[in-house]
């Protein structure tokens, strides 16, 4: 990677742990607030420091694990108790960083999290060119045995390129065989998931979709799905966006109408939103990684 381009890296990689940080603050001190207005604020910052949201700002609350960014302030409040787990993406142009951290609001959930952190910390540590993709999984799922805790087996790492949030390489939370090899100059996003040694350790769809992506670069039939199909294109090119970064066009109501015509044609498509299986609570931690010859570089550090 040329000098201009990691400096571009790693100006996204300070905006994403400026941003991390005020989402942990937020939580700490501002509980019964919405989780709308916790992203809002998360993404103004982003945007303040020069960046753009990668994708939407994801919170999960114990077991709810990933996609989940509210589209209105009605759709629920930090809790008093329990896990709040925040992940958060800056992209300059194309350049992509990607971050996340688990806030405990309970004493009981300490253990986890620093286990969850120390389990980021030992993968990072083993990413050397060369080294397959599986070997890193197999750091990350010894470090959850090690405590008595278990990886979320269904969710990996992925690397990151530009204009693009998961590439074609991804980093497993279990050891895995037959996988392939980091390269030098590459670029992962790398997340160890924990869960409880009793739950089941895989998350499952919800019918709750609320980030969107363009998937095809078909121009729609419908004059208003392409007004909203310019727009998608234009702002988000086709990364991961949330249905409220339109309401500028027009009602929420319609803009949800619109994406759902547009997914049943395949012009876009949705995450569902994950959940643990048995209910248990999960936590996140994750830093994007540029893999060089002397050894890793934390980007979001």
């Not at 939407?56 to 709040?84: D, M, Q, W, Y």
């Not at 992509?96 to 806030?103: F, K, L, M, R």
């Not at 750091?139 to 074609?168: C, D, F, P, W």
């Not at 248990?280 to 570089?297: C, D, I, K, S």
């Amino acid at each position: 990677m040329d000098e201009k381009r990691l400096q571009i890296y790693t100006q996204a990689g300070k905006i994403a742990v400026e941003a991390l940080h005020h989402a942990e603050k937020l939580i700490r001190s501002s509980r019964k607030s919405s989780y709308y207005i916790l992203c809002e604020k998360v993404e103004k910052l982003i945007k303040k420091r020069g960046g753009e949201p990668a994708f939407p700002c994801n919170v999960g609350v114990n077991e709810v694990t990933a996609h989940f960014s509210p589209f209105e302030e009605r759709e629920g409040s930090i809790p008093s108790k329990g896990l709040v787990k925040v992940d958060v993406g800056v992209r300059i142009g194309g350049s992509i960083v990607d971050t996340a951290s688990t806030v405990p609001l309970s004493s009981e959930f300490k253990d986890i999290v620093e286990a969850n952190k120390a389990a980021l910390e030992a993968a990072i540590s083993s990413m050397s060119a060369g080294v397959k993709t599986g070997r890193i999984g197999a750091v990350v799922e010894a470090a959850a045995k090690a405590r008595n805790y278990r990886t979320i087996r269904n969710l990996s790492g992925h690397q990151i390129s530009e204009y693009s949030l998961h590439g074609k390489k991804s980093i497993p939370n279990i050891g895995r065989s037959l996988t392939p090899k980091i390269r030098a100059g590459e670029i992962y996003a790398v997340e160890p998931f924990f869960t409880f040694s009793d739950a089941y350790g895989e998350v499952v769809d919800t019918n709750m979709l609320r980030i969107y992506q363009l998937t095809k670069l078909k121009r729609p039939a419908d004059r208003k799905q392409i007004r909203l199909y310019k727009q998608i294109l234009k702002r988000f090119n086709r990364l991961p966006f949330s249905p409220r970064w339109l309401t500028d066009l027009m009602p929420l109501k319609e803009v949800l109408e619109i994406l759902e015509a547009m997914r049943r044609r395949g012009i876009v498509s949705a995450f569902p939103v994950l959940v643990e299986r048995s209910g248990r609570p999960v936590t996140q931690f994750e830093h994007t990684v540029l893999v060089r010859e002397e050894g890793p570089l934390i980007l979001t550090k």
